[in-house]
């Protein structure tokens, strides 16, 4: 992987020096044609990739540590291993794709763009998501896609305690079963267009999932609006 593309290699530089190597290459990309850099060894570093905003292609030739790719917009990150937490934090567009599982928060407040995980990932995958589609081909951690508010969460495996909790308008897509759901989510039908949505990601994200093994969970929308005569949905949420 990564032959005759610019290459660097992480092991005699600090995170700094990496990261601004790569700033100076999404500098370098020009419009209709986007630069594609390899890093090597990056030893499951921290903070790779971060805060790029201007279109690069980025091969990883292994494990990252925590918050790689995340603040980013227009990238295309490709990860050859694992991940540590916060995997595409905030990520505004663009798209990452790691071959290995992920730690806690993976996607946490993303806005926009693809994040594929080939493996599980752990507890709050998707909090507080605010647009964007996290796919993750295995299974996810407690309170998954906690206040949701836009976007998608797809899950090719099972799902742990509290799925959906206090979700609003994102939605989630759930191949296996849920140990639990979480205060105010449901389980509901797929419809026409969730089936196109979820046809189109597996085609994009090179998965061969079927939307018929899938259903939805959704938000009951009771939390929407304190309501008096309901605290008690309330106190159970808190």
């Known amino acids: 992987m990564g032959a ?14 990496i990261n601004s190597w790569l700033r100076q290459h999404s500098d ?9 850099v390899v890093l090597l060894n990056p030893d ?3 903070n790779l990739g ?3 905003v201007k279109p690069l ?9 925590y918050y790689c790719a995340g603040l980013c917009d227009g990238i295309e990150v490709e990860i050859a291993g694992g991940a540590g937490w916060g995997l595409a934090e905030n990520l505004m567009g663009g798209k990452v794709v790691l071959h290995g599982s992920a730690g806690s928060a993976a996607g946490a407040t993303m806005r926009g763009g693809l994040v594929v995980i080939h493996g599980d990932a752990g507890a709050r995958c998707g909090v507080a998501m605010k647009g964007g589609t996290l796919l993750v081909t295995g299974d996810v951690g407690v309170m998954s896609s906690f206040m949701m508010q836009k976007g998608a969460l797809i899950i090719g495996g099972d799902a742990d305690h509290a799925l959906g909790d206090s979700l609003y308008e994102g939605k989630i897509y759930l191949r296996g079963e849920a140990a639990s759901l979480g205060a105010d989510a449901r389980i509901a039908e797929l419809n026409a267009n969730d089936v196109a949505f979820l046809s189109g990601t597996f085609l994009q994200a090179g998965v061969d999932f079927s939307p018929d093994d899938f259903k939805k969970v959704e938000s009951a929308r009771r939390l929407y609006n304190f309501d008096t005569k309901e605290k008690e949905i309330w106190k159970q949420a808190l």
Do not use: M, Q, Y
């Open 4 to 17: 005759g593309l610019t290459s660097f290699d992480c092991n005699t530089h600090t995170t700094r020096e």
């Open 44 to 46: 499951s570093r921290h």
């Open 50 to 52: 971060v805060g790029l």
């Open 57 to 65: 292609k980025i091969l990883i030739e292994g494990p990252v540590g």
């Open 28 to 36: 370098a990309s020009v419009l209709g044609e986007t630069l594609s």
